[in-house]
């Protein structure tokens, strides 16, 4: 059993990512052939986002967003301590400052009673609130309304950071048209991957769209030897954007395949572990299945079973970035950190896609309830 098994995808599509693939090689066209073209249009309307624009890869999607809205030196950026790296990383690269959030242990997702408090923090640094980047950690949308209100009475923008949560469902909304601009990363173990590195950047604005677009290229104007700004080098190659047009025709299936595989752990593991609450308004596209060992379960020892059973597990995230040597200097939420804190300590993902048998599945489900039950 594997972890993510991108192999029964590439079986189930094979011949058509072939016939996409010669027809790029014959075409010969690499670097921003109409595959990509193709793409952000496909991407933008399942979303239903006005734009998308594919880019090298989540991070440089997250740099191409902060740039665009002009963040610098003297902005605090807020942002979740419990969170995959580039979420905070982009943040100095632009000048500006980024401040650390607690997320709720039932999402895992941004504390907007957290955020209030590090915004005070910050101003009292004489940091100017400027933006937020809520995550859509595992699969699940953030807080959007709640974080909404509070930034729009700070008059900061949203950056939606749903490298792992692209398709998820807010309130009937899909991730990706949600914030100011939302983005996406295309890494081959996110819900939605490509073979390689790959990304993608998301507005309603066209203002904000025409600064990434420039962005990307090198900062270029009406032409790629005009230079209006300093850009950097971030486009989705031609091969990525063909193979992911194969991807995104069969993902609504497979986000439809990830919920049967979550709602059948849940239902035999709920009443002897913490298992993931999914708001009733909301979808989670399930890029982990994450459960939080409680007080008397040592997570170590329940790894160490499921090791013992030949499961695959994962620990998202071991350290949370404010406990991070490069991000530890950064201002918190003045109350701490502790849900952040707690979770990496206690959490673990067990192997999620949308292939994954039901005999697999309950072989997960019998190896966990020895492990926690011992
Ligand atoms: C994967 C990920 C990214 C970055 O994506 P890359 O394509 O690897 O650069 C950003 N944020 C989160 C939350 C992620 O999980």
Redesign the pocket.
């Known amino acids: 059993m594997e972890f993510i098994d991108l192999g029964a995808q590439q079986r189930r599509i094979r011949d058509r990512l072939d016939a996409r693939l010669a027809a790029v090689l014959d075409a010969g066209k690499y670097i921003m052939g109409p595959e990509v073209a193709e793409f952000e249009r496909e991407l933008a309307s399942f979303c239903g986002a006005r734009h998308a624009l594919g880019c090298a ?6 740099q191409l967003a902060l740039m665009a809205l002009g963040a610098k030196a003297g902005d605090a950026v807020f942002c979740p301590s419990f ?2 790296a ?2 905070a990383e982009i943040v100095p690269m632009t000048g500006a400052t980024p401040v650390f959030v607690d997320v709720t242990p039932a999402s895992f997702n941004m504390d907007a009673e957290s955020l209030k408090r590090a915004i005070v923090y910050a101003r009292s640094l004489g940091l100017r609130p400027a933006g937020v980047i809520p ?1 859509d ?1 595992f699969g699940l949308p953030a807080d959007y309304d709640a974080i909404s209100d509070i930034a729009r009475e700070s008059g900061m923008w949203i950056v939606a ?1 749903s ?2 949560g692209f398709g998820a469902t807010y309130r009937g909304r899909i991730t990706g048209s949600i914030g100011d601009i939302a ?1 996406t ?3 081959p173990a ?1 819900p939605l991957g490509c073979y390689g ?3 993608a950047v998301f507005t309603g604005n066209d203002e904000l769209r025409a600064l990434m677009e420039s962005y990307r290229v090198h900062g270029k104007g009406s032409h790629k030897y005009d230079n209006e700004r300093i850009g950097i080098n971030s486009r989705l190659d031609t091969l990525q954007a063909a193979i992911l047009l194969e991807k995104l025709a069969i993902y609504a299936d497979e986000i439809d395949a990830r919920q049967r595989v979550a709602a059948r752990y849940t239902t035999a593991l709920h009443n002897v572990i913490q298992t993931p609450e999914v708001p009733d308004d909301c979808r989670s596209v399930w ?1 982990q299945y994450t459960l939080t060992c409680s007080a008397g379960q040592d997570r170590a020892a329940v790894l160490a079973s499921l090791s013992a059973a030949s499961v695959p597990t994962a620990v998202y995230y071991p350290r949370p970035l404010h406990q991070q040597t490069a991000y530890r200097d950064f201002p918190c939420d003045p109350q701490g950190l502790a849900h952040s804190e707690t979770l990496a300590l206690n959490v673990f993902s067990l192997p999620m896609h949308p292939y994954l048998s039901e005999s697999d599945q309950d072989r997960v489900i019998d190896a966990v309830r020895a492990a926690v039950t011992v």
């Open positions: 890869n989540g991070t440089d999607a997250l969170t995959f580039s979420t995550v950690l950071d490298a792992q983005t990363s295309f890494f996110k590195d790959g990304g890029a």
